[in-house]
């Protein structure tokens, strides 16, 4: 089952270009998603081309800034400068740079900087990864309003480091007036001087605590279910169809967030998909727990 749906998927995007636009033709988010976590990975002197030098030099102060901020709200400067950095200025800068028509056109410079990055420095990409793969298990990525104040706090002490918006490229700029006439929206440019910094309210505490139980209890039950089927099969035929159906979705749960983890500091967004399947999880789990104390007390009676 979870072959099958990785296949399908695999050419579900494809199929669907081909379809609409009669080619193939895509663009991978998996060179600027490593490079975005290598962002904040110092790389030391390892810098060996004009590319990857103009990276580092608008990276560094960044993440040195990053670095004095409380663990708490870590990961949201780091969101918003993740943003700013890639999309605002290294690939439409390193597009003027190549004489590039479009910023997806970047990907191969984009990938062999992250690559570089990556190898200077692995550990550090591999805990960021780690760091984004658990946020997003136990939904740790919605933002309280207590930590919303938090940052602003931060802000208002440490005057943020700002960071150049680069032009769009032409093909880019074509889509998004494009987009922006569909719309009926004013162009999106020219573009700000620097970035602008921005913290709004999420959601309130009491209902990310919630959410976080049920993303939590779904991904250790999932994890349970699988490890029930590879290490003690002879248990999990007691109630195979449960365990198993557990143990899939487990595994679909914890596969959709790793996958996206390598590539993703860890939004809110991302966790969107997981839904069903949480939902589903628990689902089989409450049922399986009636049914057993439903037959623990005809049992006894």
């Known amino acids: 089952m979870i072959g099958a749906g990785m296949l399908a998927a695999w050419a579900a995007t494809p ?11 895509t663009s991978s988010p998996l060179a600027r998603g490593v490079l975005q976590h290598s962002l904040f990975c110092s790389p030391g002197g ?54 590039l028509e479009s910023g997806w056109q970047t990907d191969p410079i984009i990938a062999r900087v992250a690559k570089e990055r990556v190898e200077a420095n692995p550990m550090c990409y591999a805990k960021s990864v780690l760091a984004a793969d658990f946020r997003m298990a136990t939904y740790g990525v919605a ?9 602003r706090d931060f802000i208002a002490a440490h005057p943020p480091v700002r960071v150049p918006a680069a032009p769009l490229l032409p093909g880019d700029e074509r889509d998004s ?3 922006a006439n569909e719309f009926h929206e004013p162009p999106p440019f020219p573009l700000p001087p620097a970035m602008p910094f921005k913290v709004t309210d999420k959601s309130p505490l009491l209902l990310i605590l919630i959410t976080r139980l049920l993303f939590s209890g779904a991904a250790l039950l999932g994890l349970l279910s699988v490890f029930a089927l590879v290490i003690r099969p ?20 914890h596969g959709m967030i790793a ?3 390598i590539v993703e500091l860890g939004l809110t967004r991302y966790t969107v998909p997981v839904w069903p399947v949480v939902c589903t999880l628990l689902a089989i789990a409450v049922l399986r727990a009636a049914h057993r104390s439903s037959s623990a007390h005809h049992a006894s009676s």
């Open 143 to 151: 933002r309280s309003p207590g930590v919303a104040n938090r940052i």
């Open 177 to 179: 007036l494009k987009a």
């Open 15 to 25: 199929l669907g270009l081909y379809l609409v636009n009669g080619a193939t033709t």
């Open 234 to 253: 002879k248990i999990a035929l007691r109630d195979w169809n449960g365990v198993a159906g557990m143990a899939a979705l487990g595994a679909a749960f």
């Open 46 to 99: 390892t810098a060996r081309d004009a590319d990857s030098k103009f990276v580092e030099l608008n990276a560094s102060p960044v993440r040195r800034y990053v670095e004095t901020a409380p663990p708490d709200i870590l990961p949201d400067l780091k969101r918003i400068y993740s943003g700013a950095l890639r999309f605002g200025l290294i690939i439409p800068a390193l597009g003027e740079m190549h004489k």
């Open 259 to 261: 996958i996206t983890a």
